[in-house]
């Protein structure tokens, strides 16, 4: 194969093209725009408990809409005009300058929040940083186990599978996910109404949803959460309902990209696609779930990177489903890959749930030792579990991609 690759010229390409532009000049516009409005509006919206806090999230949906969004309408744009794309194949200096910069990042970053140095204005852009640079670390060092494989995937499909991942997976999750809360809290509403003194609670409830503010107290906030009727729906709805949402949404890059090319990717295109998809989606969703836990800033984003690396394998798994399945017509690898996918998401986030909940008996329980001891071996027995699954993840991240490298 030559430097460059040609990605076809056919209709659904251009198709394709035309919808990547589209929505990459739309994005570039709205996420500047709803950045500013959400810091302007909770800003004049009456007195603002972390302003870092709003102006970190705030300028991150600036950052994914001009940075993300502006190499999605240059990718359909050069697709439009046919110009060819390179293979996506970074050498080693890239893996050392994303060790350096996310080094520096942490570091700068940290220091910022510990001194006030103008935090809201010179933080956000190192929280940027801090949380995207892993997961394009994570993609190059992948990327680089498969830099011999022929064809490898271009550039601008890398692209375009990273946009789908920060953009397409996380609208259709998220709009997924808020039905089914709506249908879980019916659920509750229905559970509690009918327990003894339920309609007491139910308006103690709705006071509370009218203060969201409440929720930021241990107390107020383990006394609800810990009811069986409301701790068991949310359980459901992360542990089971939430990774079978997410990861359907992120399989669908690798299909409508082999749709639009009109080419069936082999295994390791299709991994490659998938990890670039994860990729997306692990900076969306880390960029504002770690927005809230500034003070320990450094900390939380190195925590991430362990959830960013589960969100890339397991993209990545039903990427090479997909692969497998595009080229047999057979629905079994990408099923099981995908099952593959949902077990290991529910189980991370199983892990979490364990660790939040057992940290908040231990909070609202500090003067009893019996308690404190089982609850901490719960929050021993999530971490121990976290660890365990990470190990497993760079394992099985390896071993699949040596795989498919020996299978090309």
Known sequence: MTSEESEGTSP????????????????????????????????????????????????????????????????????????????????????????????????????????????????????????????ILMLILVAQGLKHINPAPTQRQMIGQ??????GTTAVAFTLEVLAAAVGLVVVIVIVAFTPGGLAQLNEFQTMLADPAQLQDPQTLARWLLKPAILLPVAVLLIVVAPLIEEAAKSL??????????????????????????????????????????????????LRVGATAMHMLTA???????????????????????????????????????????????MVQPGDAFRITGEGLAIVVGVAGLALLIATIVGVTTYVTLKVKRDA
């Open 12 to 135: 659904r390409s251009r198709w394709l093209n035309i919808l990547a532009l589209v929505a990459g000049l739309a994005t570039m516009v709205l996420g500047p725009l709803a950045g500013g409005l959400f810091i302007l509006l909770s800003l004049i919206g009456g007195p603002v408990a972390d302003v870092v806090s709003v102006t970190t999230i705030g300028f991150s949906m600036a950052a994914l809409g001009l940075g993300l969004g502006g190499a999605l309408a240059w990718a359909g744009y050069r697709g439009l005009r046919e110009c060819p794309s390179r293979p996506f194949r970074p050498g080693m200096s890239w893996v050392w300058g994303c060790l350096a910069g996310l080094g520096l990042t942490l570091i700068v970053g940290q220091v910022i929040l510990s001194f006030g140095l103008l935090a809201p204005v010179t933080f956000p852009l190192f929280h940027v940083l801090g949380i995207t640079i892993p997961a």
């Open 162 to 167: 990273m946009a789908w991942g920060a953009f």
């Open 253 to 302: 890059g690798v299909p409508l990209l082999a749709w639009g090319t009109g080419r069936k990717p082999s295994p390791a295109q299709g991994w490659l696609w998938g990890i670039a998809v994860g990729a997306g989606f692990a900076i969306t969703e880390g960029l504002f779930n770690s927005a809230a836990s500034l003070p320990f800033w450094a900390a939380i984003a190195l």
């Open 316 to 362: 990545g798994l039903t990427g090479r489903g997909w692969a497998r399945t595009l080229t047999s017509r057979r629905p079994l690898p990408f099923l099981g890959s995908y099952l593959a996918s949902v077990t290991l998401h529910g189980l991370w986030n199983a892990m979490t749930v364990l660790i939040v909940v057992s940290s908040l008996l231990t």
